[in-house]
């Protein structure tokens, strides 16, 4: 029996929602060459940022783009 690793962009949602408490709605992570790129809904800018701190362990160097909506 074999196992894939997770993705990157797998790691990096699973760290946002563990961060967030999940209280980030229709999360999505999209991964380019040089950024990560966070997509969703939060009831405010304090989970955005949690959302940040979240991704930012998983991928410290690359750019990361916060497109989360909050309202």
């Known amino acids: 029996m074999s196992?894939?690793?997770p993705s990157l962009?797998?790691?990096v949602r699973q760290s946002v929602s563990t961060h967030t408490g999940r209280r980030v709605r229709d999360l999505s992570v999209e991964v380019g060459a040089d950024r990560v790129t966070l997509r969703g809904r939060a009831d405010s800018?304090?989970?955005?940022?949690?959302?940040?701190h979240g991704a930012?362990?998983?991928?410290?160097?690359l750019r990361l783009?916060?497109?989360i909506?909050?309202?």
């Not at 800018?45 to 940040?52: I, N, P, R, S, T």
């Not at 930012?56 to 160097?61: A, G, I, K, S, Y």
């Open 3 to 5: 196992t894939t690793p």
């Open 69 to 71: 909506v909050v309202g």
């Open 65 to 67: 783009d916060n497109a």
């Open 45 to 52: 800018f304090h989970v955005k940022q949690l959302a940040l």
């Open 56 to 61: 930012r362990e998983v991928v410290p160097t």
């Open 9 to 11: 962009g797998e790691l």
